[in-house]
């Protein structure tokens, strides 16, 4: 029994963020103005490879309003990826390696000064043959991006014992292909940074979009070389993230530097062009599968080579494709027995932008190959995909299981949440439509993908310590203000932790005020990415709650002269079991907590405040779940439509189902972008041809179906027993879209792995079937 249940944690609650953003009161880092406060415009490069031959920046430097206009040699910083052993300067010094790279910092009285000064940088460059293909660019070829540095990232290779003997021995073996396309997470909110210096003190306060106040702010100490103190980071409303805010850009280097060495207030707001050029890519994988499989459908052993394209540079403190391709083939067996694997990952450099965490990161990936195995399996045995799920899925009796990867899974519900996906969809009625359907040259398919997601990592992209950090004080009127070291960017953390807190300390949601981001006032945390926030964050609010609740029950015992174990806190109010109208205000406690000093118990405190910090006792906890998807297929004009979707979600005890359902309808509508229509498109020059909204197409409201979601509870060992669930639903919803076009193009042999799908694509796939 969860001693939760009978307040807030499961309720409903609406979320208290919404009145303010709706109202259009959110304030966000654009949002940061102060009387003489400058802008700053970047000169990127228009080559994906080149040298710099000159520089003249003399025509922008007259223009009036200008303050200053940097090149490398006046920035003076630079980031040692000291995995890679190769230093990057914020600004690029002798050669630019992708499209988009900033190499002049213009920094002007406004904006449009400094767009219109950069405009005057007249650069010279000697363009160089880009590298663009991974296959190629592993054996250096056409050339190496950092001169004297191999192209090759990464290289490993990993087995189980006796995977050839297996391999070999198995009746059945098939080899499939799968590629993800690069993509980008287009947050509604493009990055941001202003830099304020303090006048009164030799410090800087930096407003930034970011998903991990401290760590931001370690970083920037770090670059500029001030100890942490002196810097003061400020994240405000952030409009979404998906893990690329989770990360450290050239950009916010200069322009904390340029506040600090002009005393004047700095700030650079990317546009969306910028974005698309300049914020972390993700995806852009390749997967080549060989698997061997039994005539009865169990899989027996699979071979992995990954290629990874990382970009021109890596991320600092993430490894970019390293971390996706590691993630994709840690999770290659997904919740099935497959007792052999042997993987080979190659991630390289490219003359394309950087590689980063994407909402799911390797894990979208990993699903499309664990999925796209089952439906290769089936189509070679002619059996239904679901018959060999059934056949391969990890049994109830079997956790805690260790998969051929080395993951531990704790307790799941991987046939159940299968069974329910089927229950909702109806898969007998549906097939009896399907044939009716195709008989009348209509074609539709069902898919599935069921799904594990590895969360509340104890570190994660955001740069995270292995812990979380909540610190709670109830004023003399009894109400909460609880700080924490989290930096949310959408998920409802105001919400989720009050209703934490308030179940602990038998108060109302509204009494409790959740504070994040500013790391003045904030105690140290990892920040918000690998759905780490509830699992991690809400059990160092429960811990902090619980200790704050502790104390309030000892000195309730003392006011009302009874036994710790009789007293209750419900309803704002401590009451002694079992003597109705026996008890004390919680707001008369805390007040007698600071301002009653001398009636205190003796040995307490005065005060009602606590720090509490969790740490889980695994290195990650198991979410899982199952997608279906239900889609229609014109094969005339090789349109897709998504008509039905179910999402079964097994996250552990569930704080608030409607936040968890808006995470889950948004993971599927990204999901669906990933499935068939985003792609970011570099051109044979490195020139990336999707830079604005009308070329890289994001789904819209007509793209996105209504969803049925039905939530399953299989508590983790972590306090509350909550698991995270912010990345399963964009993790499973590529590959059941994916194995949906499958199944409604079986009858022209389709099995589909590669994504996005696009109509053009169909209509090859129809085309060749009919020749």
Same mark, same amino acid.
């Given at each position: 029994?969860?001693?939760l249940?009978?307040?807030?944690?499961?309720?409903?609650?609406?979320r208290?963020?919404?009145?303010?953003?709706?109202?259009?009161?959110?304030?966000?880092v654009?949002?940061?103005?102060?009387?003489?406060?400058?802008?700053?415009?970047?000169?990127?490069?228009?080559?994906?490879?080149?040298?710099?031959?000159?520089?003249?920046?003399?025509?922008?430097?007259?223009?009036?309003g200008?303050?200053?206009?940097?090149?490398?040699?006046?920035?003076?910083?630079?980031?040692?990826?000291?995995?890679?052993g190769?230093?990057?300067?914020?600004?690029?010094?002798?050669h630019?390696?992708?499209?988009?790279?900033?190499?002049v910092?213009?920094?002007?009285?406004?904006?449009?000064?400094?767009?219109?000064?950069?405009?005057?940088?007249?650069?010279?460059?000697?363009?160089?043959?880009?590298?663009?293909?991974?296959?190629?660019?592993?054996?250096?070829?056409?050339?190496?991006?950092?001169?004297?540095?191999?192209n090759?990232?990464?290289?490993?290779?990993?087995?189980?014992?006796?995977?050839?003997?297996?391999?070999?021995?198995?009746p059945?073996h098939?080899s499939?292909?799968?590629?993800?396309?690069?993509q980008?997470?287009t947050?509604?909110?493009?990055?941001?940074?202003?830099?304020l210096?303090?006048?009164?003190?030799?410090?800087?306060?930096?407003?930034?979009?970011?998903?991990?106040?401290?760590?931001?702010?370690?970083?920037?100490?770090?670059?500029?070389?001030?100890?942490?103190?002196?810097?003061?980071?400020v994240?405000?409303?952030?409009?979404?993230?998906?893990?690329?805010?989770?990360?450290?850009y050239?950009?916010?280097?200069?322009?904390?530097?340029?506040?600090r060495?002009?005393?004047?207030?700095?700030?650079?707001?990317?546009?969306?062009?910028e974005?698309?050029?300049?914020?972390?890519?993700a995806?852009?994988?390749?997967?080549?599968v060989?698997?061997?499989?039994?005539d009865?459908?169990?899989?027996?052993?699979?071979?992995?080579?990954?290629?990874?394209?990382?970009?021109?540079?890596?991320l600092?403190?993430?490894?970019?494709?390293?971390?996706?391709?590691?993630?994709?083939?840690?999770?290659?067996?997904?919740?099935?027995?497959?007792?052999?694997v042997?993987?080979?990952?190659?991630?390289?450099?490219?003359?394309?932008?950087?590689?980063?965490?994407?909402?799911?990161?390797?894990?979208p990936?990993?699903?499309?190959?664990?999925?796209?195995? #089952?439906?290769?399996?089936?189509?070679?045995?002619?059996?239904?995909?679901?018959?060999?799920?059934?056949?391969?899925?990890?049994?109830?009796?079997?956790?805690?299981?260790?998969?051929?990867?080395?993951?531990?899974?704790?307790?799941?519900?991987?046939?159940a949440?299968?069974?329910?996906?089927?229950?909702?969809?109806?898969?007998?009625?549906?097939?009896?439509?399907?044939?009716?359907?195709?008989?009348?040259?209509?074609?539709?398919?069902?898919?599935?993908?069921?799904?594990?997601?590895p969360?509340?990592?104890?570190?994660?992209?955001?740069?995270?310590?292995?812990?979380?950090?909540?610190?709670?004080?109830?004023?003399?009127t009894?109400?909460?203000?609880?700080?924490?070291?989290?930096?949310?960017?959408?998920?409802?953390?105001?919400?989720?932790l009050?209703q934490?807190?308030?179940?602990?300390?038998?108060?109302?949601?509204?009494?409790v005020t959740?504070?994040?981001?500013?790391?003045?006032?904030a105690?140290?945390?990892?920040?918000?990415?690998?759905?780490?926030s509830?699992?991690?964050?809400?059990?160092?609010?429960?811990?902090?709650?619980?200790?704050?609740?502790?104390?309030?029950?000892?000195?309730?015992?003392?006011?009302?002269?009874?036994?710790?174990?009789?007293?209750?806190?419900?309803?704002?109010?401590?009451?002694?079991?079992?003597?109705?109208?026996?008890?004390?205000?919680?707001?008369?406690i805390?007040?007698?907590?600071?301002?009653?000093?001398?009636?205190?118990p003796?040995?307490?405190?005065?005060?009602?405040?606590?720090?509490?910090?969790?740490?889980?006792?695994?290195?990650?906890?198991?979410?899982?779940?199952?997608?279906?998807?239900?889609?229609?297929?014109?094969?005339?004009?090789?349109?897709?439509q998504?008509?039905?979707?179910?999402?079964?979600?097994?996250?552990?005890?569930?704080?608030n189902?409607?936040?968890?359902?808006?995470? #889950?309808h948004?993971?599927?509508?990204?999901?669906?972008?990933s499935?068939?229509?985003?792609?970011?498109?570099?051109?044979?020059?490195?020139?990336?041809?999707?830079?604005?909204?009308m070329?890289?197409?994001?789904p819209?409201?007509?793209?996105?179906?209504?969803?049925?979601?039905?939530?399953?509870?299989?508590?983790s060992?972590?306090?509350?027993?909550?698991?995270?669930?912010?990345?399963?639903?964009?993790?499973?919803?590529?590959?059941?879209?994916?194995?949906?076009?499958?199944?409604a193009?079986?009858?022209?042999?389709?099995?589909?792995t590669?994504?996005?799908v696009?109509?053009?694509?169909v209509?090859?796939?129809?085309?060749?079937?009919?020749?």
């Amino acid at each position: 029994m969860n001693p939760l249940r009978p307040l807030f944690v499961g309720a409903r609650v609406s979320r208290v963020e919404d009145p303010r953003l709706l109202r259009g009161q959110g304030q966000y880092v654009a949002d940061v103005n102060v009387p003489g406060m400058l802008a700053v415009a970047f000169v990127r490069s228009p080559y994906a490879a080149a040298r710099i031959a000159k520089i003249d920046t003399r025509a922008a430097a007259g223009m009036p309003g200008v303050v200053a206009v940097w090149t490398a040699a006046d920035a003076r910083l630079q980031i040692v990826h000291e995995g890679q052993g190769i230093t990057q300067t914020v600004l690029a010094s002798d050669h630019v390696r992708f499209v988009g790279e900033p190499v002049v910092a213009v920094i002007a009285q406004d904006a449009y000064l400094a767009e219109d000064a950069a405009d005057l940088v007249e650069i010279e460059y000697d363009a160089q043959e880009p590298v663009l293909d991974a296959h190629r660019s592993q054996h250096d070829e056409p050339r190496q991006v950092h001169h004297g540095r191999s192209n090759v990232v990464f290289s490993r290779t990993t087995g189980t014992e006796g995977f050839q003997e297996a391999f070999a021995s198995a009746p059945r073996h098939v080899s499939l292909t799968f590629t993800t396309k690069r993509q980008a997470a287009t947050p509604i909110e493009p990055r941001a940074v202003a830099a304020l210096p303090d006048p009164f003190g030799d410090r800087l306060t930096v407003y930034v979009t970011h998903q991990s106040p401290h760590e931001v702010r370690r970083q920037l100490a770090q670059i500029l070389g001030w100890p942490e103190q002196r810097v003061h980071v400020v994240v405000p409303e952030v409009g979404g993230g998906f893990g690329i805010k989770a990360m450290f850009y050239p950009e916010y280097a200069v322009v904390a530097e340029a506040a600090r060495r002009l005393g004047r207030p700095v700030k650079w707001v990317s546009d969306r062009r910028e974005a698309f050029l300049t914020d972390a890519h993700a995806r852009d994988a390749e997967h080549v599968v060989d698997i061997a499989f039994t005539d009865a459908g169990r899989i027996v052993a699979v071979q992995d080579h990954v290629y990874g394209d990382t970009g021109a540079w890596p991320l600092w403190n993430f490894p970019g494709a390293v971390g996706e391709a590691m993630w994709a083939s840690d999770m290659l067996p997904g919740p099935y027995q497959i007792p052999h694997v042997a993987i080979e990952i190659t991630v390289v450099f490219s003359n394309k932008a950087p590689l980063g965490p994407y909402r799911g990161v390797g894990g979208p990936i990993g699903a499309q190959v664990q999925e796209g195995i #089952i439906e290769g399996v089936a189509r070679a045995l002619g059996r239904d995909p679901v018959e060999i799920r059934r056949a391969n899925l990890i049994e109830n009796d079997q956790f805690p299981y260790r998969s051929a990867t080395g993951q531990l899974y704790d307790q799941g519900s991987y046939g159940a949440s299968m069974d329910a996906a089927l229950r909702l969809m109806d898969l007998e009625k549906f097939r009896e439509e399907q044939t009716r359907l195709r008989r009348e040259g209509r074609y539709l398919g069902l898919g599935l993908c069921v799904f594990v997601e590895p969360s509340a990592f104890a570190e994660s992209e955001a740069g995270s310590v292995p812990y979380e950090s909540v610190e709670l004080r109830m004023d003399t009127t009894g109400t909460v203000t609880a700080t924490c070291g989290l930096g949310p960017t959408g998920q409802g953390h105001e919400t989720t932790l009050a209703q934490i807190i308030a179940s602990q300390l038998g108060i109302r949601v509204e009494d409790v005020t959740v504070l994040h981001g500013d790391t003045d006032n904030a105690p140290v945390g990892g920040g918000t990415g690998g759905s780490r926030s509830g699992t991690i964050g809400g059990g160092a609010a429960l811990r902090a709650s619980g200790e704050l609740k502790d104390k309030i029950v000892t000195l309730a015992a003392h006011m009302l002269e009874a036994s710790r174990d009789d007293i209750v806190l419900e309803g704002g109010r401590a009451e002694v079991t079992g003597v109705p109208g026996h008890g004390v205000p919680i707001a008369d406690i805390a007040r007698r907590a600071y301002l009653e000093v001398g009636a205190l118990p003796e040995g307490m405190e005065p005060g009602l405040e606590v720090l509490g910090r969790y740490k889980p006792p695994m290195a990650a906890t198991y979410s899982n779940g199952t997608h279906a998807a239900m889609v229609e297929v014109d094969v005339a004009s090789g349109l897709v439509q998504v008509l039905d979707y179910v999402a079964v979600n097994d996250c552990g005890v569930v704080i608030n189902p409607t936040i968890v359902e808006g995470q #889950i309808h948004g993971g599927v509508a990204q999901g669906i972008g990933s499935a068939l229509l985003e792609e970011l498109h570099y051109d044979d020059a490195g020139q990336l041809t999707t830079t604005s909204l009308m070329d890289y197409l994001l789904p819209t409201l007509v793209d996105v179906p209504p969803m049925r979601v039905e939530h399953m509870e299989t508590p983790s060992l972590s306090l509350g027993g909550f698991k995270g669930m912010g990345e399963g639903s964009l993790i499973g919803a590529p590959p059941a879209i994916a194995n949906a076009i499958t199944d409604a193009l079986a009858p022209f042999g389709v099995l589909v792995t590669d994504i996005p799908v696009s109509p053009d694509q169909v209509l090859r796939w129809v085309e060749k079937a009919r020749a």
